[in-house]
Every structure is written in structure tokens, then in C-alpha cells.
């Protein structure tokens, strides 16, 4: 049973960090592309960033500069840095994976490619 479960989520003031981490189980990671999305309340959910099984990645307009996503293959886990943040960064923080032969080009960053999803981690940043 494939699982991914964030972990890492809390309350941040503005210009402040957090870093999230997603465990995964039950599939092959290092064949999978991951992703980050979040979503506000009454928002769709967005893509943030994607890390392809080679250590390519994509960030959304509105992070880039700010996060980084990372994976470490040995540990299953995949990680999402999260640095000057802003109000606007508030939300709730998913995981996202799906199958990839590595020649993908995850931009811009949509849901519906993903296939499992973790549960979400909240976030607030306090202005």
C-alpha cells in the first residue's frame, strides 16, 4: 500500500522558515517524480514544486527563490525548504507522487498528473 505522510507543518512569522519532510512506503521511490502542492481555504490546490527521479526540479512563479525541494532515495523521504516566507504561503501542504520513466517536464505542476497524495501538513505564516 503506497503511503505518504507529511510531517513538519506549524506557525511561522513572516520572513521566517519551515521545513516539511514526506515519508513514503509502499512503492519504488526512486522511480517516482514527487511534488509538493498546497492548498488555502476556499483556493485549488497549487503546485509548488516537482523533483524528477533524476534531481530534476520545477517551482511554481510564486516560490521560486524562496523554497527548495529536495529527495533522498536511501531514506524515502522527500523534503521541502521553505525560506522568506510570506501570509500569502499559508496553507495546507501536500505530498504528491506518481510513476515516472525520468524524461517528464513537470510544468507547470497539475494535480491531476499525481497519482497518491499524503494526508497535508498545515502551515500559517503570521504577518
Known amino acids: 500500500e503506497v503511503q505518504l505522510v507529511e510531517s513538519g507543518g506549524g506557525s511561522v512569522q513572516a520572513g521566517g522558515s519551515v521545513a516539511l519532510s514526506c515519508a513514503a512506503s509502499?512503492?519504488?521511490?526512486?522511480?517516482?517524480?514527487l511534488a509538493w502542492f498546497r492548498q488555502a481555504p476556499g483556493k485549488e490546490r497549487e503546485g509548488v514544486a516537482t523533483?524528477?527521479?533524476?534531481?530534476?526540479?520545477t517551482y511554481s512563479d510564486s516560490v521560486k527563490g524562496r523554497f527548495t525541494i529536495s529527495r533522498d532515495n536511501n531514506k524515502n523521504t522527500l523534503s521541502l525548504q521553505m525560506n522568506s516566507m510570506e501570509p500569502e504561503d499559508s496553507a495546507t501542504y501536500y505530498c504528491?507522487?506518481?510513476?515516472?520513466?525520468?524524461?517528464?517536464?513537470?510544468?507547470?505542476?497539475?494535480?491531476?498528473?499525481?497519482?497518491?497524495w499524503g494526508q497535508g501538513t498545515q502551515v500559517t505564516v503570521s504577518s
Open positions: 504528491a507522487a506518481v510513476w515516472s520513466s525520468g524524461g517528464g517536464t513537470w510544468y507547470p505542476i497539475l494535480a491531476s498528473d499525481f497519482d497518491y
Open positions: 509502499g512503492f519504488t521511490f526512486s522511480e517516482y517524480c
Open positions: 523533483i524528477e527521479r533524476d534531481g530534476r526540479t
